[in-house]
Nanobody, 123 residues
Framework: QVQLVESGGGLVQAGGSLRLSCAASGRTSTNYAMGWFRQTPGKEREFVAG???????SYSDSVKGRFTISRDNTKNLLYLQMNSLKPEDTAVYYC?????????????????WGQGTQVTVSS
């Protein structure tokens, strides 16, 4: 069992930056691939970025070049550095973990989820 808690969301102007953090507790996070997803009202949860157990990272086309996913296994932390934010990045962002190798898989293949943190980008 893994518990995930996100933090770092907030309100930022377009072009600004935010860093999201996800603290994992329970079984060691090194056994899990991790990912960030986001969701807006009325839409399905969308893959943003994933990182494998070997720290191979992957991104959706909409955030590639602007967002960076990273993990600190010594502290059981997952990060999402978000730069050059756009109003369309506004969403609730969720941290997720799965027992598989790859982080680049659909939401339904993830096993554990955080409660989400709101990111709002104003124009």
């Amino acid at each position: 069992q893994v518990q995930l808690v996100e933090s770092g969301g907030g309100l930022v102007q377009a072009g600004g930056s935010l860093r999201l953090s996800c603290a994992a507790s329970g079984r060691t996070s090194t056994n899990y691939a991790m990912g960030w997803f986001r969701q807006t009202p009325g839409k399905e949860r969308e893959f943003v970025a994933g990182i494998s157990r070997s720290e191979f990272s992957s991104y959706s086309d909409s955030v590639k070049g602007r967002f960076t996913i990273s993990r600190d296994n010594t502290k059981n932390l997952l990060y999402l550095q978000m730069n050059s934010l756009k109003p369309e990045d506004t969403a609730v962002y969720y941290c997720a973990a799965r027992r598989g190798l790859s982080g680049m898989v659909p939401a339904e293949r993830y096993d554990y989820w955080g409660q989400g943190t709101q990111v709002t980008v104003s124009s």
